[in-house]
C-alpha cells in the first residue's frame, strides 16, 4: 500500500500543479519602500532586500569601468561572487545618480545633474509603494498593494524560481561576460508555442537563425520556473517539455537561477546554501549540449564570430583566433578575429602573389563549413596538391582537406569549429612573419609621413611661397569645379538621374563594405556585401557586385538601371545607387535586416502558418506590379526563396528584378542542363525553344507557394530518397484529400483547411506544364485573398507520374 501510494505521488503533485496552472492568481504584497524611498550610488553597499534577505536590488558598479559607472540591478545577495539576475534597460549610470520612489507614485532613475534615466512603464498607473518578494521579483504596486509592474515581466537575460515566460516573451544574452549592452543571442517563446534559440543579427536586435527548439508548437505554451527548482514547458494542463535533470535540489537547499549566457548557451545554475560548499554556481543543464556545432548556417558568424574557431573545453566553448589573427574585442572574445596582415587584394605586388612570402598554418579537427567557393575531388588530391590549389588562387584565404577532397575558402570565414570527430585539416594561407612586420612597419611609416606633411604645410605658412600656392590652388579648383559642373549638368538630363538613384564611384562602395569584406549571399547575379555608406552613416546598405552580366556597354547598364530605379512598390526591395566604373557593375540596395524567405522556411522551426499566408500575398502583389503597373514591364525569371527578402517587420521584398538581361543566356544555358534538382523553379519553357514571357514567374511562384504550404525545399525534396518530387507529392496528397499531410503537425494549417485546399489548388494551376493555363498574378492574387472562386485544377502533368 505505501509502495503504491509512493508511486503514485509524482501524479498527485503534477495534478496539483496543474489546478495551480488553472486557478488565476490573486495575490496581495506587503510594502517593504514607500514613497519618497531612495537608493544612491554613492552608497554602493546599500540596498532594498528581500525579506528572506536573498536578494537586492540596488547599484552595482561596471566591471572594468574606470569612469564610475553604475547599473541598476537585482543580485543574490548571500552569495560572495556577484550574480546579477536583472538590470535596468538603459545606459549605464554615472556616479552620483539616484533611485526614487517619488511622491507622484512612480520610480525614476536620476543622473547627478536630476536628468530622468530610466522609469518603467506603468500604463499611466500610480504604484503607493514597492516591494522585493523572497523570488526576486521587485514590484511596484497600488493602492490594494497588487502589482501595477514588476521585474519578473520586464526580462533580462535570467530567469528565476516562480517567473513564468508567456509566449511572446524573450531572453536577451549579454554582448560578453563584462558588458550587459545586448549580445548575440537570444531565447524566445515564439507566438506558435515553440521555445527557440536564435542568433541574432546587429544592431538591429531582429531575430534571424534558429539553432535549438523545443518543438512546443501546442499554441497555449508557457515556460515555468517553480519553486522546486524545476524548468518546463506547459500547455496549461500538462508538462509538454521538460528542460530539467531531476537532481537540480530542491529549493530549500540551493539556490536556482536559468541564464541564456553571452556565449549564446542557455544554462539552468544551482549553488548549494552552505559556505562549506563556497557558495559556488555549478550548471545542471546546458542547451545545447555543443554550441560549436549548434550553429551552422550558409551566412553567418557561427558561434563565435568570423574567422575564429570555436573549441569545447571543459564543457564551455572557447573562441580561438587563428595564427596571425587578432580578436576584434579581447574582452568580447566571441565578436570574431580579424587579420593581421593585408588582406589578399590580387595585385601584382601583393603577398599572395609571390608563393616564396607565403606559408600555410595546419590545424588538424578543424573546419569552416558551408562558405567554400569551390571543390576539387580525385585520388591526387593530397595535402600537398590542396595547398597549391589555393596558392594558385590569390583570394584563397584556407583550404580545407579530408582524404581526397579539398575545398577552397575566401574571407571572411564563418562557423570554425575544432572537434576530435571533425576529420578534416585546416590550412591557413598567412604572410610570412617578415612579410607581417613590413606591413605593420608600412602602416607606422604611412603615419609618420602624415605627420611630415603637416610640419611641411607649417612652414609654407610662414612663407610668402604660400600665398602662390594658394593663389594656383584657387584657381585649379575652380576650374575643377567649372568642369564638374558641366558634368551634373549633362548628367541631369540622362534617365538613371531622373530616378533619384545615385552614382557611386567604386571607391566609395568599396570604404562602405570594408573591402568587400562580410558576404550576405551568393546568387546567379553575383556576390552581395553588408555595408555602411558615409553619406547615410545610420543604416546599413546590401551591395550587389555584379558578376555575370551582358557587357554590351555602359548604356546599356544604365537603361536597366533606370528601369529598376523607377520600381516602387511595398513588396520590391528598393535600389539605392550603382556604380558603371570601368569594368565593375554594382547594385546598391536597402538593407533587410531579417534575411531571406529560405532561412526562415527551411530552419530549425516551421513559422506561424498566418505569417506564412501574408507572406505569400505579400510577393503576389509585388509580381504583379512588376506585370502589370509599374511603367516596363519587368519579368523577373528567377523567382525562388533566396530571392525573397524580410524586412524588419517580416514583409516580403523581392529582389533581383529588372536583372534578368543581364542574365537571361546564362540562365538559359542552366536551365538546359536538365539536371534534376537544380532545375527547381524553372517553367518548362526554359527546356525548349519556346518564349520567355511573364508566365516564368507564374510558375516559379507555384513552387514557392508549395515550399512556402509545406516548409520543405523543392530542391531538396527532388535530391532525396523521394521518387516524386514536391509538386508529385502535393498533387496525390491533393486528389487523395489528405492535405493535413503536407502541414504535418502545424495546427493553425489543421484548422484553416478551407484556406490550405485554396492556396493548394492556385500553386497547381500556376505550375501547369502548359503556360496558357496558368493565371496571370492578377488572378492569382485575385484567387489567394478569395476575391475570385478557384477552380479545380488540372494535372501539371509534366511532373505527375501516371
Known sequence: MGCMASSNLPILQALFASLLLLTPKVFSFDC????????????????????NQEFAIGFQKLPNDNENHFLLAIWFHNIPETTIVWFAHTKPAP???????????TLVLYDPQGNSLWEPSTGGAKSMCASMNDSGNFMLLDGDKNPIWETFNETTDTILPGQTLNMGSNLTARYSRESYANGRFQLHLQ??????????????????????????????SKLVFNENGNIYVTDGTRWVYNLTKNDAGSSQDFYHMARIDYDGVFRQYHCRKSKACGLKWSVVKRFPEDICSAI????????????????????????LCPENYSYLNESAKNQGCRPNFELPSCRLNGWESNLELVEFVEYTNTDWPLDDYDLQIGSGVDLQTCKQLCLNYCFCTVAIHNGNSCWKKKYPLSNGRRKPNVNRTALVKVPKVNVTQLYLVSLRQNNKDQSTTVLIVSILLGSSVFINIVMTSAILIAIYFSYHKKLLNISSVSSVASTNIRSYAYKELEQATGGFKQILGKGAFGTVYKGVLASYPKRFVAIKKLEKFEKEGEKEFKTEVSVIGQTHHKNLVRLLGYCDEGEHRL????????????SLLFGITRPDWNQRVQIAFGIARGLMYLHEECSTQIIHCDIKPQNILLD?????????????KLLVAEQTRV??????????????????????????????????????????????FGMGDQEQTLMDWVYACYCKKKLDELVENDEDARNDMKKLERLVMVAIWCIQEDASLRPSMKKVTQMLEGVVDVSVPPRPSIYCST
Open 648 to 660: 524588419e517587420f517580416y514583409t516580403p521584398r523581392i529582389s533581383d528584378f529588372g536583372l534578368a
Open 191 to 220: 507566438p506558435d508555442g515553440n521555445l527557440v534559440l536564435y542568433t541574432v543579427t546587429m544592431p538591429t536586435g531582429a531575430a534571424r537563425d534558429a539553432y535549438w527548439a523545443t518543438g512546443t508548437m501546442t499554441g497555449n
Open 95 to 105: 556616479k552620483g545618480s539616484t533611485l526614487n520612489l517619488t511622491d507622484e507614485g
Open 587 to 598: 547594385l546598391v540596395y536597402e538593407y533587410m535586416t531579417n534575411g531571406s524567405l529560405a
Open 32 to 51: 517593504s519602500r514607500t514613497k519618497g524611498s531612495s537608493l544612491s550610488s554613492l552608497e554602493a553597499n546599500l540596498s532594498w532586500l528581500s525579506p
Open 296 to 319: 551552422l548556417t550558409e551566412v553567418g558568424s557561427g558561434a563565435c564570430g568570423y574567422n575564429s574557431i570555436c573549441v569545447e573545453i571543459n564543457e564551455e566553448p572557447d573562441c
Open 671 to 716: 536551365a538546359r542542363t536538365n539536371i534534376r534538382g537544380t532545375v527547381g523553379y524553372f517553367a518548362p519553357e526554359w527546356f525548349s525553344r519556346a518564349s520567355i514571357t511573364v508566365k516564368v514567374d507564374v510558375y516559379s511562384f507555384g513552387v514557392l507557394l508549395l515550399e512556402m504550404i509545406c516548409c520543405k525545399s523543392s530542391i531538396a
